[in-house]
């Protein structure tokens, strides 16, 4: 009896074994065919399935493009080169045989960045070559040398808007990064637009090694200077590029004719060249749009207003002004010096002592009358 129940519960235990055995075999292969389910599902949606989720984002994409830039921004546009209910500031007027260019500044009354307004003045050109050369990122890439990378993102066939991304590159900063939309019209008498604005786009994720633009709006005019051969360009310009303001004025102002000047002789090879875009290329410049006829009635030339004798003028009363610098002047000139040697990453405690020198100025300006103390504000 007891032989028997032992030969029993024996033969219990080595089923009870056999199926355990069987059953973590099961598992396994169950798992490894789940595994293998799984590779596969995301090996397909890769290489085989990648078209359906991009056609979605397209034309998500396309929806949103569409409302980027509109004939209201034109009609913006048109507004601020008309120069209204602004108080403008003389910047720079410079001007040789082939090339001249003036500029105006203003700040914003509701604190956003500097807004500039510059007319340009090109000799024997026809406004279609400026308006072509303008246009030509991949030309501008061979002689703006702080343009680093620019490729075209998207172009919208229906609206005629266009999407890039250009990565520009300036000395003792990190590189910036702008995701802009424009778009062209073609007015009367061989006039022509394009406003420029930031947006996003899905195809360029924002990275920390670069700064992105975050407030940038930009337009331009191209049209022939009556009675001359000779053609303008007057434009609006406003971007938060993340500079320090005093920084960017002085930039500006010391930079702008040596970057005018290398346009120039840019524009005269490109001339020289017969370089146009290839109209086979779907872009901004192909699918130029017109003007709205409720826009052409605004487009009054008022750039009279800011050449001849009256520009002649106020060049005189500047330099009259600046002859002697003032004690804020001087003081912005040495906080700017101190913080270009600190963005230099080197040699910091000059730069400090430089920043000192400032704050010292400032402290014994409290001794001068309110009058004048009202006018030196803070950088």
Known sequence: MNNSVMKDLSLFRRGVSVSVYEGAWVATAVSILLIFLFLFRIF?????ASPSPDSVSL?????????????????????????????????????????????????????????YLSVTVFEDCSAEM???FYMDNDFRKQWDKTVVDHHQLQVDSSTGIEIGRTLK?????TSREYVLAWKLWHGNNDSFYCFT????HDMVPRQRKYVRVSHFRSGWRIRRVPGRNACEIKMFHQENAGLNVEMAK?????????????????????????????GSVLSALTLIAKVPSELESQ????????????????????????RKPSKKLIAKGLVLVGGAICLSRGHSALGAKVALAY???????????LKQTTHNTSI
């Open 169 to 173: 590159k300036f000395p003792l900063l």
């Open 44 to 48: 397909k949606f890769r290489f085989f």
């Open 197 to 200: 604005k930031e947006c996003d």
């Open 359 to 369: 704050l010292l100025t400032k402290l014994n300006k409290r001794a001068t009358p």
């Open 299 to 322: 487009t009054v030339d008022v750039t009279a207003s800011m050449g001849g004798e009256e520009i002649l003028t106020r060049v005189a009363k500047q330099k009259k002004l600046l």
């Open 59 to 115: 034309a998500q994409i396309q929806s949103r493009t569409r409302r980027v830039v509109s004939d209201d921004d034109l009609k913006w546009l048109i507004q601020n080169l008309e120069e209204s209910n602004e108080v403008w500031e003389h910047v720079i007027h410079k001007t040789n045989d082939r090339v001249s260019y003036s500029a105006k500044r203003c700040k914003p009354t509701d604190g956003g960045p500097m807004k």
């Open 130 to 132: 400026l308006k072509d």
């Open 250 to 278: 002085l930039a500006f102002s010391k930079g702008i004719w040596s970057y005018v000047s290398k346009m120039d002789n840019a524009f005269r090879n490109y001339v020289a060249i017969s370089h146009t875009p290839q």
